[in-house]
C-alpha cells in the first residue's frame, strides 16, 4: 500500500524563535485511518496547518523537512492549490457560515475544488445526509441554529461535498457530549472503509480516536515520542499518563 501523505523530518517555528515542532515525521497510507494524539498546546493543530499550507496565515513556516502527497513534494504549495487537490482540512472550531442554511454550507464547498457554482450532482447531497441523516432534516435550517454535534457533523459533509482524496479533521470531539463525539467518529470510520478515504484526525480524547484509527502518534512539546498500531498503543498506560495529561486518562477509560 502506497502513501497518501507522508511528512518527514518536519521542524514548524512561529515568529522568529517559537518551536512549534521539530523533527517530527509520519505517514498516511492510501485509505488509511491514522490518530495524531496528544495534550493541548502539542503541536498537533500545527502539524495540520504545515500539511494543509495554513502556516503562513498564522507567521508560521517550515524550518526544515518535507511534506508529500501522492508522491509530490508540496511543502511550498499554496492552500487554495491544495484543497483543489483534493486535501480537505476541518479545523478546530468547525468555521460553518451561520446565516447560511446548511445545503449552502455544502455548497460553499464546491469554491474550494475550483468550480465557479454550485452545481455538484444531487448523489453527492444523498451521499452526505445518509452519513448525516441529522443534517437532512434541517438542510434548510441556518447552520447557527444547530447544535455543537450537529455543526461538526456539517464541517465534515462540508468538506466531503468537496470530493476530498485526504481528509483531516482537528479535535472532532472537542466540546461535544460523549455520545455525539462517538457517532462522528463512528461516521468517519464508516467513510473511511465504505470509501477508502484517507483519514489524519488529531485528537485528545485517546480511547475514542484508537478505537477507530488503525496506527497512532503522539507528539509532546512538539516533538514525536511514540508511535504504532492503535491497539498496541492502546495497551499503553503510561502512555495517557505520561504524554497526555489528566484529563486524557480520564478520557481512555
Same mark, same amino acid.
Given at each position: 500500500m502506497g502513501a497518501a501523505l507522508k511528512v518527514t523530518g518536519l521542524s514548524v517555528v512561529y515568529g522568529a524563535a517559537i518551536e512549534a515542532l521539530e523533527d517530527v515525521s509520519l505517514v498516511v497510507p492510501e485509505g488509511g485511518f491514522v490518530a495524531l494524539l496528544g495534550a493541548n498546546g502539542a503541536g498537533k493543530s500545527t502539524m495540520l496547518k504545515a500539511i494543509s499550507g #495554513? #502556516?503562513?496565515? !498564522? @507567521?508560521? %513556516? +517550515?524550518? =526544515?523537512?518535507r511534506i508529500e502527497y501522492d508522491g509530490e $513534494?508540496? =511543502?511550498?504549495v499554496a492552500s487554495h492549490q491544495l484543497a483543489r487537490r483534493g486535501i480537505l482540512h476541518v479545523r478546530e472550531g468547525r468555521f460553518v457560515f451561520p446565516s447560511m442554511t446548511v445545503e449552502e454550507n455544502l455548497e460553499a464547498a464546491a469554491f474550494a475544488r475550483g468550480n465557479r457554482g454550485p452545481k455538484v450532482a444531487r448523489h453527492v447531497y444523498d451521499e452526505i445526509f445518509e452519513y448525516f441523516p441529522s443534517l437532512k432534516r434541517r438542510r434548510l435550517s441556518p447552520a447557527g441554529y444547530l447544535s455543537g454535534g450537529e455543526q461538526q457533523m456539517l464541517a465534515i459533509g462540508r468538506a466531503l461535498y468537496a470530493q476530498p482524496k485526504l481528509l483531516m479533521v482537528d479535535e472532532a470531539s472537542l466540546g461535544l457530549a460523549p455520545?455525539?463525539? +462517538? !457517532?462522528?467518529?463512528? &461516521?468517519? +470510520? %464508516?467513510? @473511511? &472503509? !465504505?470509501?477508502?478515504?484517507? &483519514?489524519?484526525?488529531?485528537e485528545q480524547n485517546v480511547s475514542l480516536? #484508537? %478505537?477507530?484509527? =488503525?496506527?497512532g502518534y503522539v507528539l509532546e512539546s512538539g516533538r514525536l515520542?511514540? !508511535?504504532?498500531e492503535a491497539e498496541s498503543l492502546m495497551d %499503553? $498506560?503510561?502512555?495517557?499518563?505520561?504524554?497526555?495529561?489528566?484529563a486524557a486518562q480520564q478520557n481512555a477509560h
Amino acid at each position: 500500500m502506497g502513501a497518501a501523505l507522508k511528512v518527514t523530518g518536519l521542524s514548524v517555528v512561529y515568529g522568529a524563535a517559537i518551536e512549534a515542532l521539530e523533527d517530527v515525521s509520519l505517514v498516511v497510507p492510501e485509505g488509511g485511518f491514522v490518530a495524531l494524539l496528544g495534550a493541548n498546546g502539542a503541536g498537533k493543530s500545527t502539524m495540520l496547518k504545515a500539511i494543509s499550507g #495554513l #502556516l503562513r496565515f !498564522e @507567521n508560521g %513556516r +517550515a524550518r =526544515s523537512g518535507r511534506i508529500e502527497y501522492d508522491g509530490e $513534494d508540496i =511543502s511550498a504549495v499554496a492552500s487554495h492549490q491544495l484543497a483543489r487537490r483534493g486535501i480537505l482540512h476541518v479545523r478546530e472550531g468547525r468555521f460553518v457560515f451561520p446565516s447560511m442554511t446548511v445545503e449552502e454550507n455544502l455548497e460553499a464547498a464546491a469554491f474550494a475544488r475550483g468550480n465557479r457554482g454550485p452545481k455538484v450532482a444531487r448523489h453527492v447531497y444523498d451521499e452526505i445526509f445518509e452519513y448525516f441523516p441529522s443534517l437532512k432534516r434541517r438542510r434548510l435550517s441556518p447552520a447557527g441554529y444547530l447544535s455543537g454535534g450537529e455543526q461538526q457533523m456539517l464541517a465534515i459533509g462540508r468538506a466531503l461535498y468537496a470530493q476530498p482524496k485526504l481528509l483531516m479533521v482537528d479535535e472532532a470531539s472537542l466540546g461535544l457530549a460523549p455520545k455525539v463525539a +462517538a !457517532e462522528i467518529f463512528e &461516521i468517519l +470510520a %464508516r467513510i @473511511n &472503509i !465504505e470509501r477508502k478515504l484517507s &483519514i489524519l484526525v488529531v485528537e485528545q480524547n485517546v480511547s475514542l480516536a #484508537l %478505537r477507530h484509527a =488503525s496506527y497512532g502518534y503522539v507528539l509532546e512539546s512538539g516533538r514525536l515520542v511514540q !508511535e504504532g498500531e492503535a491497539e498496541s498503543l492502546m495497551d %499503553r $498506560d503510561k502512555l495517557t499518563k505520561r504524554y497526555l495529561g489528566a484529563a486524557a486518562q480520564q478520557n481512555a477509560h
